[in-house]
């Protein structure tokens, strides 16, 4: 069975920093696996933050950063903000045909 | 201003049917790549569905295959997901979302969601 697998919960200090993962069942997450990162806040429906792995859309925060690391996809948050707190979200495109989402992370600020 | 718009949920009984579309604007549909997501009561997103610009490539999920249809009207801008045999574990938010334009693998705007309740 393919399983995303993601840190279900992170707690962060305002200002601080913190690194969300995206684990793939399959192995190691690479740039053809194409991933994308969400941000969910209660209430709303997704909001897009990166795709291909680290290309961020236009209406990206500067502070969202996202990149490949130790065979995994990476969300770092750099300076939190108290309206980071979200659920985040990766995206997995894989067998030609297929997307998989990660089970979330609920990421608090505090 | 693009907008994705989904309409048809409702409250239906096991082993129903329902239809849900949406509606898009503000941006050439007929060129864009659509998918349905659907997130369960307090749960993550789950991708269902895939159709192409054209309607000739569509991709499901295993969970979905066999009961549900996507297709789409591109004259009329509107994104169909048409779901049959419904079970209790599909009730969820449905959004309908659009793909990146171009060979890009990504999703870029969802709609605001259709709430599908499948209880007796």
């Known amino acids: 069975q393919t399983v995303v697998t993601q840190e279900p919960s992170l707690t962060v200090s305002p200002g601080g920093t913190v690194t969300l993962t995206c684990a793939f069942s399959?192995?190691?997450?690479?740039?053809?696996?194409?991933p994308n990162w969400f941000q969910q806040k209660p209430g709303q429906a997704p909001r897009a933050l990166f795709y291909s792995a680290s290309s961020r859309h236009p209406w990206t925060p500067a502070r969202f950063s996202a990149s490949l690391l130790g065979g995994k996809a990476a969300l770092t948050l750099s300076g939190v903000q108290p309206e980071d707190e979200a659920d985040y979200f990766c995206?997995?495109?894989?067998?030609?045909?297929?997307?998989?989402f990660g089970g979330g992370t609920k990421l608090t600020v505090l | 201003e693009v907008q994705l718009v989904e309409s048809g949920g409702g409250l239906v009984q096991p082993g129903g049917s329902l239809r849900l579309a949406c509606s898009a604007s503000?941006?050439?549909?007929?060129?864009?790549?659509m998918n349905w997501v659907r997130q369960a009561p307090g749960k993550g997103l789950e991708w269902l569905s895939y159709?192409?610009?054209?309607?000739?490539?569509?991709y499901y999920a295993d969970s979905v295959k066999g009961r549900f249809t996507i297709s789409r009207d591109n004259a009329k801008n509107s994104l169909i997901l048409q779901m049959n045999s419904l079970r209790a574990e599909d009730t969820a938010l449905y959004y309908c979302?659009?793909?990146?334009?171009?060979?890009?693998?990504?999703?870029?705007?969802w709609g605001q969601g259709a709430l599908v309740t499948v209880s007796s």
């Open positions: 503000g941006f050439t549909f007929s060129t864009y790549e």
């Open positions: 995206l997995l495109y894989y067998g030609g045909n297929q997307r998989v």
């Open positions: 979302v659009r793909d990146l334009f171009g060979y890009t693998y990504g999703f870029d705007y």
């Open positions: 399959n192995g190691a997450v690479t740039s053809g696996y194409h």
């Open positions: 159709i192409s610009s054209s309607g000739n490539t569509i």
